[in-house]
């Protein structure tokens, strides 16, 4: 049973939670990811590992409320328990020294970036971090990433805060005049694929993590497939990070929508569920 | 012959084809005692008793068959239990035509059929579940003799820890999967082999004192280092899960599936009782599904049940090189399901939306008899046509599950990425690391899983005492 320990709203429709998992704690690594089944009936889901704790045998992760599924969960309670949490799973990120280097995030991306940020970081790279959000509340971590960051820079669709603008405006500032050695980009897909298209345009090489449906997260269904440099590959144990510029957003896109009206169905039944039970 | 034996099998009860194509209940209702007592009397007690020979676990055949027809049923389940740990399993899913009724003398007979074995395994093992009294579990007491980790919970690891528990091994059976079973929990459909089956078959395992700890993927949660180091040996049967696609244009589109990712929405996950579980499926109206084996006619006969209009089995080959059990063709037959031979998929069509919308396809011929043995299909030029479909699921082979080969590199491969092992002992590169099943073999049967499982667990109890007496004399 993984019980959770520590729950937080810290953005509208975002949580942040730790929840016990010891042997995940004491193997995962920056960028890599597990899969939840909340309840005996739920659906498998992936979600990154934000951070873990050793000594307390636990994981964080951070969320946001979409579906069903992290609907239902928001709705737990410390003291609650998650039925299943599997991993680590997925390649863990390249850790070494690059030289400077450029962390993107938007939206729960940025939780799966922080812990990429810290050990970057912790091994000697100069830390640019750049943190988007359509206002200055969406945009989460800041304290937690301006730790482990030599310059932060935030943008807001709305202007709320830092530059106005998207994550590529604050990319071109980061980048103004100086060489990057490798970039970073998580958050929304179609953040990303711009993201990529810049980072092309101003030759710096980029990872993306990938977030396509998955089920089993072992490499056993094939479900997870992307398309990268024109071959198949699947996301949950070649990736979740690829090269951004070989990334084929189309398809990625594309499969993101395939159970959009069961996904509409499941959610609308669970709310009507919730509503009648107040 | 006597003229007394008859020469069909004594017909069996089954869900009729228009109403389980709706339904994901068991399409075989099983034999009633009396009719089970008549087959069994078919039984010619043969003094060489060749389906033993044919069976991969030497079931006594001629024995357990003998006590049932004399109705001793503890008796011949007793005779069951000492060769396989999963005989309600097995009775339901052995490909017994090529295995112990395959060679049945009654069978050779002209225009006999064989005795129905597996149907007769099913039934003992059935009658002992439902007749209340749980098997009495034969923990042992004292000091175990070692400690075994056995990884992945399909039909090789828990018939390993089910043998070594019996020898007095503690045993620990690590499943990455929420659930333990293998491929019989999420692969084969339920309207095959029930899950309460499965899982009824697993307690018993765990009723000797094996422990089961699921969602844990060695190599990640926790590496196989640590596992070398808790235990005196390690059985790897992580089995062969990993999807192959042919490669064609159009893989990604919507609508394309692998079987393993269908199925295991299907089976695992109960998306065909959205959305009272959580895990959605694509109700498809127009389905291709190809390949030819198991797996291909459990992938059909699901889509049909979750409400396809029109389900198209594409197989390059012809019906008689097809390697699926002949029980589940003429069941898929008599469902409905199109077969079209000889053709084989070169492209997923799509929409605008990128959901495909048909199938391009090619006609095949037979040339020369390729490795396997069987003729190669080579495709007639000019001969592609369309087959709609809103759906396409590529049933056509899997590869080794790679999680912890990735995390393992000390362990030999062959040139197919399966595990190197003896062929009698499942000893690996690695000592004290011993593997059995598909991760050896590539995708087989759950009873040849089986029995590696049972030979391996023979060969680590041999490597652990081997080891402890050099350590005592020492
Ligand atoms: C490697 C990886 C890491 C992720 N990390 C995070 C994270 O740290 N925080 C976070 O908030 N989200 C993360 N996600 C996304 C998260 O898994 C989805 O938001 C979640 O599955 C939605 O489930 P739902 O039932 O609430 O919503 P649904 O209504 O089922 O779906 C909403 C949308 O989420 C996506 N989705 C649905 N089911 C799945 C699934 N099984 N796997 C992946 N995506 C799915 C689809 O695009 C869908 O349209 C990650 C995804 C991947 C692949
Ligand atoms: C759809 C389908 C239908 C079939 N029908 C038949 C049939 O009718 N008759 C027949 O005889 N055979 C059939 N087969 C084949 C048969 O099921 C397999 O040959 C058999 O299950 C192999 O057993 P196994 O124990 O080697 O592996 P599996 O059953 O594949 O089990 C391996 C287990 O290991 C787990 N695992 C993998 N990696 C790890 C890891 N790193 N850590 C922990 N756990 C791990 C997996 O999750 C899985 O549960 C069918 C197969 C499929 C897919
Ligand atoms: S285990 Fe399989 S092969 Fe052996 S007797 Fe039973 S059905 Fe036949
Ligand atoms: S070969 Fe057939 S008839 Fe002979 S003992 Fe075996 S099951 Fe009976
Ligand atoms: S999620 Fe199934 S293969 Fe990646």
New interface residues.
């Given amino acids: 049973m993984h019980t959770i320990l520590e729950k937080k709203l810290i953005a509208p429709n975002e949580y942040d939670m730790w929840v016990e998992a010891p ?2 704690a004491s ?1 995962a690594k920056p960028g890599q990811f597990v899969v939840v ?1 909340p309840t005996s ?4 889901i992936p979600l990154t590992i934000a951070d873990y704790d050793l000594k307390r045998g636990s994981i964080r992760f951070i969320f946001q409320a979409v579906g ?2 992290t609907h239902q969960m928001a709705r737990f309670e410390v003291g609650d328990s998650l ?7 997925g390649r863990p990120s390249e850790i070494k020294k690059w030289g400077t280097v450029m962390l993107v995030g938007g939206g729960v991306g940025i939780a799966a970036l922080f812990p990429i940020l810290r050990e970057l970081k912790r091994v000697g790279n100069y830390t640019i971090t750049v943190l988007g959000g359509r206002s200055s509340e969406l945009v989460i971590m800041k304290d937690e990433c301006r730790r482990y960051s030599d310059e932060l820079i935030i943008t807001t669709d709305d202007g709320s805060e830092g530059i106005k603008g998207v994550v590529t405006e604050g990319m071109k500032v980061a980048s103004e005049g100086r060489k990057i050695n490798q970039a970073w980009a998580i958050g929304p897909t179609i953040m990303m694929k711009f993201a990529s298209l810049a980072a092309k345009e101003m030759g710096i090489p980029i990872w993306v993590s990938l977030n396509p449906i998955m ?2 997260g ?6 997870c ?3 990268v440099g024109g071959e ?1 590959r699947f996301a949950c ?1 070649d990736g979740p990070e690829f090269d951004g510029w070989a990334v ?1 957003w ?2 990625l896109m ?2 993101l ?3 959009k009206d ?2 509409k ?2 959610l609308e ?1 669970y709310m009507a569920e919730v509503e009648s039970a107040l | 012959m006597s003229p007394k034996v008859r020469q069909k099998k004594v017909p069996i009860a089954e869900q009729k084809p228009e109403e389980r194509i709706r339904n994901f209940d068991e399409v075989c209702l099983g034999y009633t005692m009396e009719e089970a007592i008549e087959e069994g009397m078919r039984c010619l007690q043969c003094k060489n008793a060749p389906c033993v020979a044919g069976c991969p676990v030497t079931i006594d055949i001629p024995g357990f068959i003998k006590a049932l027809r004399e109705g001793n049923i503890d008796e011949s389940w007793k005779i069951l239990k000492n060769a396989t740990n999963l005989p309600a399993v097995c009775g339901r899913v052995c490909p017994q035509e090529t295995q112990c009724e395959g060679v049945c003398t009654l069978g050779r007979g002209k225009d006999f059929e064989p005795v129905a074995i597996g149907k007769l395994e099913r039934f003992v093992a059935d009658w002992k579940a439902s007749s209340g009294d749980a098997p009495a579990p034969a923990v042992r007491r004292g000091e175990p003799k070692g400690k075994v980790a056995i990884v992945g919970s399909g039909p090789a690891g828990l018939t390993a820890a089910g043998d070594l528990a019996k020898m007095g091994y503690r045993v620990k059976v690590y499943e990455a999967l929420h659930e333990p079973g293998g491929v019989l929990m999420y692969g084969i459909p339920e309207f095959r082999l029930p899950k309460t089956i499965v899982r009824r078959e697993i307690e018993n395992i765990k009723l000797l004192g094996v422990e089961v700890e699921v969602d844990t993927a060695v190599g990640r949660s926790v590496t196989i280092e640590e596992l070398r180091s808790e235990y005196d040996a390690v059985f790897i049967g992580t089995g062969a899960g990993t999807p192959r696609f042919i490669g064609i244009p159009g893989t990604t589109l919507n609508g394309v599936y692998s079987a393993s990712e269908f199925l295991t929405r299907v089976n695992l996950m109960h998306a065909y009782r959205f959305p009272e579980y959580d895990t959605p499926i694509k109700r498809l109206k127009n389905v291709v599904v190809v390949g030819g084996g198991n797996v291909a006619m459990d992938a059909a006969r699901s889509a049909l049940r979750l409400g396809a209009e029109r389900v198209t089995v594409a197989y390059r080959r012809t019906q008689a090189e097809m390697p699926a059990r002949v029980e589940e063709y003429h069941h898929a037959v008599e469902e409905g399901i199109e077969f079209r031979w000889l053709t084989n998929p070169v492209e997923y069509v799509g929409d605008e939306r990128g959901w495909v919308k048909a199938v391009r396809c090619i006609r095949m011929e037979l040339g020369e008899p390729d490795e396997s043995g069987r003729r190669r299909p080579i495709p007639v030029q000019g001969s592609e046509f369309l087959l709609e479909a809103d759906g396409a699921i590529e049933a056509i082979g899997q590869g080794s599950n790679k999680v912890l080969l990735d995390a393992f590199p000390e362990l030999k491969l062959n040139r197919h990425g399966y595990i190197v092992a003896d062929p009698e002992t499942g000893a690996t590169s690695v000592e004290g690391v011993f593997a059995g099943g598909d991760i050896v073999t590539g995708a087989a049967t759950v009873i040849l899983a089986m029995g590696a499982g049972k030979n391996v667990a023979k060969a680590i109890d041999e490597y652990i005492s081997a080891k402890r007496l050099r350590a005592a004399s020492r």
Wanted: glycine content about 12%; hydrophobic content about 25%.
């Fill in positions: 042997k995940v193997h089944r009936k739920g659906e498998r069903k599924t039925s299943d949490v599997l991993g680590p799973l089920v089993d072992t490499g056993m269904c094939g479900g497939r992307v398309e198949v144990v084929n189309d398809v594309r499969r929508q395939q159970y069961e996904e169905l499941s039944q």
